[in-house]
């Protein structure tokens, strides 16, 4: 197991930016599983909407604990993900808070756990889960501490990745723009030749057309343009 000096050398080395969100979570999820004090198994919960999902686990133990916490809608990982509290569970032979999921991860290894929500613009949006096989294993302040640092650089992560999906969703915005002016203006010369009109005088005849028949008027663009490559 790593020393806190480890943990926050291996965090400044981790490279979050320009990277895909899948493979910085992977590798978070093995620094925790090194570094945290405790640590066997550890996973990602992101939360979006109702939905929760494992976005990343090291070791199958944290995965299947996870799920078991999906198919019941509540556990540990989840109403900390929801809530934005931190949530241990030093015995799972002898914890009473959600009986049914403990009674069912017991038999898949788990006798401790800890989990850190994510934070993310003044809200959550998930957990960082650390599993262990022996009971008490996060009962430090240590160890809550680590993990606190470890869900921390995921907000980052999530955060990069976001940022640059909306980026990319800008940019495409912005080319179907472009590519819808450029048709309208295509349309546009069209009908200036057939109707001997000027150009204000042509849009207004797109507009007009797009009213008429309840279609986008860059569709009809495209008909009038597609119409006059069909006829060479």
Same mark, same amino acid.
């Given at each position: 197991m790593g020393t806190v000096e480890d943990l926050w050398r291996a965090l400044s080395r981790l490279r979050l930016a320009d990277r895909a969100l899948d493979?910085? #979570? =992977?590798?978070? $999820?093995?620094?925790?599983?090194?570094?945290? *004090?405790? /640590?066997?198994?550890?996973?990602?919960?992101?939360?979006? %909407? =109702?939905?929760?999902? $494992?976005?990343?686990?090291h070791g199958d133990m944290a995965l299947a604990a996870d799920e078991l916490q999906y198919e019941r809608g509540y556990g540990p990982c989840m109403d900390a993900g929801r809530a934005g509290v931190v949530l241990r569970i030093d015995d799972t032979r002898t914890e009473t808070r959600w009986p049914e999921y403990v009674a069912r991860v017991v038999e898949v290894g788990v006798r401790s756990s800890l989990s850190m929500p994510l934070p993310y613009q &003044? $809200? $959550?949006?998930? /957990?960082?889960?650390?599993?262990?096989?022996? *009971? !008490?294993?996060? +009962?430090?302040? %240590?160890?809550?501490?680590? /993990?606190?640092?470890?869900?921390?650089?995921?907000?980052?992560?999530? &955060?990069?990745?976001? !940022?640059?999906? @909306?980026? %990319?969703?800008?940019?495409?915005?912005?080319? #179907?723009?472009?590519?819808?002016?450029?048709?309208?203006?295509? +349309?546009? %010369?069209?009908?200036? /030749? @057939?109707?001997?009109?000027?150009?204000?005088a042509a849009f207004e005849l797109l507009r007009e057309a797009s009213q008429r028949y309840n279609r986008k008027l860059r569709d009809i663009a495209t008909g009038i343009v597609a119409s006059t490559q069909d006829r060479r």
């Open positions: 493979d910085a #979570l =992977d590798e978070v $999820t093995r620094i925790a599983a090194e570094n945290v *004090p405790g /640590a066997e198994s550890t996973s990602i919960t992101l939360i979006r %909407g =109702d939905v929760a999902t $494992t976005a990343a686990h &003044a $809200t $959550t949006i998930g /957990a960082l889960n650390i599993y262990s096989t022996r *009971p !008490a294993a996060f +009962a430090s302040d %240590g160890s809550v501490e680590a /993990a606190r640092q470890v869900a921390e650089a995921v907000a980052v992560a999530v &955060a990069n990745a976001d !940022a640059h999906a @909306q980026l %990319g969703e800008h940019a495409r915005n912005m080319e #179907l723009a472009m590519q819808s002016r450029a048709v309208i203006e295509q +349309a546009k %010369g069209v009908l200036m /030749a @057939q109707r001997h009109v000027d150009a204000d």
